[in-house]
Nanobody, 122 residues
């Protein structure tokens, strides 16, 4: 059974930084694609960034490109989302998700973490 556990959320001022972690277990993830999504109140869940676990190829939403960086640590089975230059509009619950093969739509993902709140104050 795949388990994804996020951590690292919190409250930060605009312009600040946070690093989210997603610890993955229960499977060999070399063929998996890991995605970070976020959902703000009243809005749909949206793709933020993704990484192919095997190749390390990365993908970003236009709204975060240049500010956020996704990475993975194979030894720790952990995916990270480094978020810099945070803006109030980045406020949301952030979710880690996993599936085999690249995808950016949340309905394509089979496994989800519980989410971690990120709040950016102005």
């Amino acid at each position: 059974q795949v388990q994804l556990v996020e951590s690292g959320g919190g409250l930060v001022q605009a312009g600040g930084s946070l690093r989210l972690s997603c610890a993955a277990s229960g499977r060999t993830f070399s063929t998996y694609f890991m995605g970070w999504f976020r959902q703000a109140p009243g809005k749909e869940r949206e793709f933020v960034a993704g990484i192919s676990w095997g190749s390390g190829s990365t993908y970003y939403a236009d709204s975060v490109r240049g500010r956020f960086t996704i990475s993975r640590d194979n030894a720790k089975n952990t995916v990270y989302l480094q978020m810099n230059s945070l803006k109030p509009e980045d406020t949301a619950v952030y979710y880690c998700a996993a599936r085999i093969g690249r995808a950016t739509h949340p309905w394509d993902y089979e496994y989800w973490g519980q989410g971690t709140q990120v709040t950016v104050s102005s």
